[in-house]
C-alpha cells in the first residue's frame, strides 16, 4: 500500500511537473504585437492582410529581409525562387524554383501553383483586383484577359515544369523581382479556393506556404498565428504571435499585454523618456520611405504659375524649428525629396531656409512684402493639423502672406484634393502630403514627386485642356451614335491632324536624344493602328451595340493621343527633361536607376510644385527580450511586419 | 385573435417604415458629396500614382460596377437592394472585400445584442429596487439621493458615463481595463455606460408609478385597517405599478442602441455600433444603409416585443 | 358681528404664479442662474476668452493648468479654457437653433394635423411615429455626412431629426382646445377663428411647448457633441466638447486635464438645462409631479 501511494504521488509530481513545463523544458514562445485592424485574410486586397500575405502568412518567389542600410529597411532575397535569368529586353524572365518548399498541408509549391494562381489573378472572376498594387499590370495580355476578351490560358505566365515559371512582360521591366515581394506575388492553394472559393481563407480552412498559419481570427479583436509546421525555410524561434487589433499602444504595452508598441504623439514620446524603464526599451528609425511636405492644390488658378513665387514660399519655412518645437523631437527637417545619407539623397542640393532670399524672389515675383498677392487657401483634414498651422505662420511672419486654413472632410480630402488628378473647385492654395512608398519598384523612388510631371508642371491653361481632355474621355464611355459612315468623318479628320503631330514630336525625341521616351510611345500596337483596327471591327461589326462600342474606343483613342500631344508641347522644359531622365531610370536594374534618380529628382524638386519639409521618425518601445522584430516602413508604416525573423531570449 | 391581427398590423407597420427609412437614406447617400462611388476611391490609394491607362482604369472601374451594381439606375439600386434586404443578403461592402456585409453584421450583432440585453437587465433588476425604496422612503434623504443619481443618470449621454468611469476606474484607481469584451472585467463598464441611463429613468418611472397606486383611495383605506391584509395590499400595489413600467422601457431601447454606437468606439467592442460608425466615416455606403436597416429594425421588433408582453400582463388591454 | 372684507382678493395671473412656483425649486433656479451666466458668457466669449480657440502655442503644449492657462493646454499648445467657452457657445447655438427648427416644423405639422384632421392627420401622425421609433442618432449622422459639417447645418440636422415630439404636442393640444367649453363658448358669442386662434389656443399652448423646447436644448446639445466625438461634429480647429473629449481620451494617461474640464462643464450644462425643464413643467402644469 505505501509503495502505491507513493507511486500515485510520484506520477502526480512528474505530471505537475509536465505540465507546468519545467520538465518539458520548452516554455510556449509567444509574442503579443500590435497590428492594423484586419477585415479579413484574402492576400490580393489592398488591406492589412497584404502586408502578413508578405511573407509572414505566404511567402512568393522573393521576400523582403533586413538590412538597416537599404531603402525600406529592407533588402530582396530569394524566397521560394532559387535563381533567376532574364531576357536582354527584360520583357522575358525565367525562375527556377527551390524543390523543398511546401504547403501547409504537405503539398509541394510548384510552379504550376504560381501559373494558376497569377491566371486566376488576372480572370474576371475578381473585378475588384487592385492591379495598380503589383506586378500583374505588365504581364502579357493581363488587361485583355481581365476586360474579357482573351481566355485566361493567354496571360503571359507559363510553368515550363513543375519547378521552373516563365514570365512574359507586355513591356520591359527592370524590377521585376522587386515587385514580386509584395502580395500579390504570391501563389495560393489551387484545391482549396477551387473547393471554396468565399471561405478558403478562415482560420482553421486556410492552405497557406509562409512560416506562420492562422488559427484564429476575431476582426475589431486579434488574430493569432502559429508555427507552420511543415515549413522549410529560416524563421526564428517564436511559436504563437499574437496579433492585436484597435490600435493598441502605450497602455498596453505597460500592462504586459503587448512585447511592442508604437509611439503615437509627443505626450506620449515624453511620457516614455520620462520613465526610468520604459526609456531603456525605446527605439526609433526614421520613415525613409516618405517625405512629407505640402503641394501646391490642384486647382487652375494661374496665381500659383510664378515659380518665384512657389521658391519664396519653399524657402521661407524654418524647418529645425518646425521638427523641435512643434513636432517635439518625433521628426528631423527634410528640405529635399530624399533625406542626406541616402543614395540619392547624397547626390541632392536641399532647398535652404533663407527668409532674405525668399523675400528677394517674392518681389521679384511681383509681390513685394507679400502685397498685391490674393489669400492663399491651404486645404488639411482631420482635427487640426500643427504643421500646416506652423508653415501658414512662418509666412505671414517671413514674407507678409496670407493663407487661410479650409478644413475638408477626410474622404473627399484624400480622394479629391490631394491625390485627384485635378481638382477643379480647389482655389489656389496648398494641400498636405505625405508622399509614400507603396513597395520597393523603380517608379516608386520619385516617391510620387512625379506628380509634378504628370499633373502640375504645365501652365495653368494647359492643365485645365488636360482636365477637360479627361472628361471627355469619360465622355466617350457614354456617347450615343457611331452608326454610320458620317460619325467616323470627324474621327478620320482629327486622326489626320495628329499623324503629322506625332511625326513632329517623335522627330523632337530623336533630336534630344530621348530614345526610351520614344521607344515607350512608339511601342505597338501604335495609336493610330489601334484606330484602324476598330474601324475594321467596326465595319464588321452586327450589331448596333458592337458598333456604337467600336465607335467610342476609337473616339477614346483618338482623344487620348489629343491629350498626349496638347500635353507634351505644353510641357515646361525642366519638366521635359525630368521626365525623360525617368524613362531612362525605369529601363534600368535597381542599383542601376538609384543611381541616376536625382537627374529626375532635382528638376522636380527646383520647380517647387511640390515641397518636402519633414522625415517622420518611427518610434516605439520593445520588449528587451525580443529580437528580429521589422519595422514597416512603406506607405502603411510604421508597423510591424515580416514576422519569420522574430526571436524571443530566454 | 385581436392580438394575432395586432401583431401582424404591427409587423407591416414596421416593414413599410424601414422602407420608407431606406429608401430616403439611399435618396441622401446619393447627393452625398463626393461621388456615390468614387474612382480614386476605388484605388484605395495611399500614394499611387495611376501607372494604368485609361482604358485599363475603365475595365476595373466596369469590373467594379458590376459587382457592386452600380451600373443599373439609381431606383434600381433602391429596388435591388430591397428585394434581397428582407431574406438578409446585403451584397458586397465597399470597405471589406473579404466578406459580404451579412457575414459580417451576423458576426457583430451577437455583441451588441448582448450588451444591449445586459443593460437592460442591469437596469431593470436595479431600477425596480431602486424605484420602489425611493417610493416607499418618499421624502427621505434615501429618496433624495436616489433620485438625484438617477436624474444624472438619465442626462448625462452615455458616452459621458462612460468617459468619467473610465476617468475614475481606470485611469486614476487602474481597477478596471479601459477597453475590451472578453472577459466580465472588462464588460463592466461599458454595460454599465449603456445601462445608466434607462436604469436612471426606470427608477424614477417606478418611483412615480408606486406612488401613485399608493396615494389611491382604495389602497389608503384598506392600508389604514391595518392587519395581515398590509402584505396582501402592498404585493397588489407593487404588481400593478409594475405593469406600467413595460411601456417605457420601449423607448429606452432606442435610446440603448444609440449609446451601444458611442459605447462600442469608446471602449473597442466589435459590434455594429462600431461598424456603423467606421462605415460613415469611410463613407461606405452599402454597409451605412444596411447597419441603419438592422439597428432600427431591431428596435421596432424589440418594441413589438415589449408590447406583447405588457398585453399578456394587463387584461385590460384590448387590441383592435 | 362683522368681518371686515377688507382683504383685497389678488388677482393672480397664471403666469406670477408659474413663476412662483418655479421660484419654489431650488435646483431649478440654481439651473436658472446657471444658463444665464453661460448665456451671457457666449455673447461675450469673443471679449471674454483669454485667447482664440485656435491659436498654438508649441512650446506649451499638454501644460497642466497654470497662471498663464487656467484651464491647461492641449496637444497644439491651445488654452483650453478658451476653447471650452467656444465649444459651450457652439453647443448652445446648436441647442437653441435646433429648438427653433424643431419649433417651426412641429407647430406646423402639428396644428395642420390637429385642425383639419381626417386623412392629413393620419398620414402625419404616421409619420411622427415612424420618426419617434427610429433611433434617430443615426439618422443625425446620415443627414450630417449628406448635408457636410458644420454649425448651421447640424443644428437644422438635430431640427430635422427632433421635430416628431412637439408635433404630437401640437396636435393633441390643438385637437383639445378646438372644442374645448371655453372656446366653443367664445364662438356661440360670434368670435373670429382667428380670434380664437389668438386670445385661447395659442397662449394655452404655450407652456407645454415651452416644456417641450426645455428639454429639447440638452437633446441637441448631446447630439453635437456625440457627433462630434465620432468624428462627424463640427470641423476642427472649431472647438467642441464633443472632439475635445474624444482627442482627450488619447491623451487621458498622463494628461487627464484635457478631458476632466469638458466633461465637467458639459455635464453641468446639460444638468442645469434639465432641471430648468423641471422646474418649468412643474411650474406651467401644476397637476403633474407627487
Redesign the interface.
Known sequence: MKSKKILISVLVFVSLLLLSGVVNGQKERVVSLPYWDTPGLIPYYWQAQHILAQGTIFEGLFGYAPDPKNIGGVKVVPVIAESFKVSKDYKVWTFKLRKDKKWSNGDPITAKDFEWTFKFYASPKIPDFPAWAGPHQFIENFWAVKSGALDPDKLGVKALDDYTLEIRLSQPRYDLKEQLCVAQGVPLHRKSVEADPDNWWRPGKIVCNGPYIPISWTPGKDMTLVKNPRYVGERGNVDKIILKFGGLG??QYQAGELDAAMI?????Y??VMADPKLSKEFHEDIMDCFWNGYQISRGFDPVMDNKKLRQALAMAIDREKLCK??L?GRALPLAAYWPKGTVIGDKMKEIPFDVKKAQQLLAEAGYPGGKGLKTLVFYIT???D?VV??IVDQWKKNLGVNVI?E?I?SGLYWNSYVWASFTPEAKAGFTVIGAPMNNLEIGAIFKNSDHTLWFFDYPASIRKKYYDFMQELDAWLRKEGGLTEADWKPLFEKKNSLMEGFKKILAYLDQRGWKEWKADISRPPLWYEQFDELYEKWKAAKTDADKTNYWRLAGRVITDQEMFQVTFNGRNEPSKVAYAWRYKAVNRPFSEALKIAHYVLQPLQDQYWMVPVYLAKAQWVQNPKLEGLMLYKFSWGPGFFNFKYLNLKD | MGLIKYIIRRLF?IFL?IV??III?YI??W???GEFFNIAQFQASAGKVSTLTPEQLQVLIKGFEEKYGLNVPLWKQVWNYLKDAFRFKFGPSFSNPNEPIEVQIARRFPVTFTLAILSMTLAVLLGIPLGIIAALKRNTWVDYVTMFFS??GS???A??IG??M??ILS?WLRWLPTSGWESPKQMIMPVIAVGLGPLAVIARFMR?SL??IL?QDYIRTAYAKGGTDRAIIMRHALRNSLIPIVTIIGPQL?FL??GT??IE??FRVPGLGQL??NA??Q?DYPL?VT??FI??LS??LM?LLVDIVYAFLDPRIKYE | MEVAISQKVKRVSYWSAAWRRFNRNKMAVAGLIYITIIIIVSIFTPWIAPYPY?E?H??H??EKPSAKFWWGTD??GRDMFSRNLYAMRNALLVGFGSQIVVLIIGVIIGSIAGFRGGFIDTLLM?IT??MY???????N???V??M??GLFTILVAVGLTGWAGMARLVRGMVMYLKHADFVEAARALGAKESYIIRKYILPNMLGPIIVSLAFGI?NGI?IE??LA????GV???MPSWG?M?G?G????????HM??FP?LT??LT??AF??VGDGLRDALNPRS??
Open positions: 502605450l497602455q503615437g504623439n509627443v505626450a506620449e515624453r511620457y518645437e512643434v517635439g482631420g482635427g487640426g500643427p498651422e506652423f486654413i478644413n472632410e | 407597420t417604415s420608407i427609412v437614406t441622401l447617400m447627393f452625398a458629396p436624474m444624472i442626462i448625462i449621454p458616452y459621458l468617459v468619467i473610465v476617468l485611469v412615480s406612488l401613485d396615494n432606442a442602441f444609440t454606437v458611442f468606439n469608446l456603423f460608425v460613415a466615416s463613407r451605412l447597419s441603419t439597428l432600427s428596435v421596432m418594441n | 485656435d498654438p508649441y512650446a503644449t499638454f496637444d497644439l404616421r411615429d415612424i421609433a427610429f433611433p434617430t442618432f443615426l439618422f449622422v446620415i443627414l455626412t449628406v457636410g459639417r440638452p448631446w457633441a456625440g466625438l465620432i468624428g462627424m470641423r476642427p480647429p472632439n473629449i482627442a481620451i488619447g491623451y487621458i494617461m498622463g494628461f487627464p478631458v476632466i466633461v458639459f455635464a446639460l444638468l434639465t432641471y409631479e407627487v
